[in-house]
Antibody
Framework: EVQLLESGGDLVQPGGSLRLSCAASGFTFSSFAMSWVRHAPGKGLEWVSTSSGNGDNTYYADSVKGRFTISRDNSENTLYLHMHSLRAEDTAIYYC??????????????WGQGTLVTVSS | EIVLTQSPATLSVSPGERATFSCRASQAIDNNLAWYQQKPGQAPRLLIYEASTRATGIPARFSGSGSGTEFTLTISSLQPEDFAVYHCQQYDRWPLTFGGGTKVEI
């Protein structure tokens, strides 16, 4: 059974940093691209970032480019999102999601339950 | 960036009725579109990919159609558990984008 468990969400001040983690199990982690998607209050889903299976290729939304970094540890089956220079508009539930195919940038067939990031002074 | 526009924003229907809602892309995306269902307090669940292929375990009452810029999700006979928000997503090109969602309510 595929399981994705996010952690690391917290209340942080504007300009602060945070690292989110996503522990994966139930599938061959290194064979699939993985993504972060966020859901801000009252808004639609927003794709944040994707990492290819081996981590060599990464993609970012313009809204987070230069501030967020996606990485993965395939030996630990864990995906990360390093978040810096956080802004109020980054406040959202952050979901970790598995891409359905090996190719990065496709539909996402499994999602974690999310972790809440609140950016406020 | 490809903008996805979902309509209507809210759809009021009764159990047993048919529900149809749309997702329009600002540029042609072939059939590179997925649909997700999200219930309050839960993560999104993949329903449809490649515009019309049901994901594993998704009931046959859910169907998707369309290609290019116009897409439709149909629920043939609404069940109580189908009241939720439905999101479309394109993966034809970066950045991946989602529509604003359609809320299906009683």
């Amino acid at each position: 059974e595929v399981q994705l468990l996010e952690s690391g969400g917290d209340l942080v001040q504007p300009g602060g940093s945070l690292r989110l983690s996503c522990a994966a199990s139930g599938f061959t982690f290194s064979s699939f691209a993985m993504s972060w998607v966020r859901h801000a209050p009252g808004k639609g889903l927003e794709w944040v970032s994707t990492s290819s299976g081996n981590g060599d290729n990464t993609y970012y939304a313009d809204s987070v480019k230069g501030r967020f970094t996606i990485s993965r540890d395939n030996s630990e089956n864990t995906l990360y999102l390093h978040m810096h220079s956080l802004r109020a508009e980054d406040t959202a539930i952050y979901y970790c999601a598995k891409d359905r195919r090996t190719l990065a940038g496709t539909e996402m067939d499994f999602w974690g339950q999310g972790t809440l990031v609140t950016v406020s002074s | 960036e490809i903008v996805l526009t979902q309509s209507p924003a809210t759809l009021s229907v009764s159990p047993g009725e048919r529900a149809t809602f749309s997702c329009r892309a600002s540029q042609a995306i072939d059939n590179n579109l997925a649909w997700y269902q999200q219930k309050p307090g839960q993560a999104p669940r993949l329903l449809i990919y490649e515009a019309s292929t049901r994901a594993t375990g998704i009931p046959a009452r859910f169907s998707g159609s369309g290609s290019g810029t116009e897409f439709t999700l149909t629920i043939s006979s609404l069940q109580p558990e189908d009241f939720a928000v439905y999101h479309c997503q394109q993966y034809d090109r970066w950045p991946l984008t989602f529509g604003g969602g359609t809320k299906v309510e009683i």
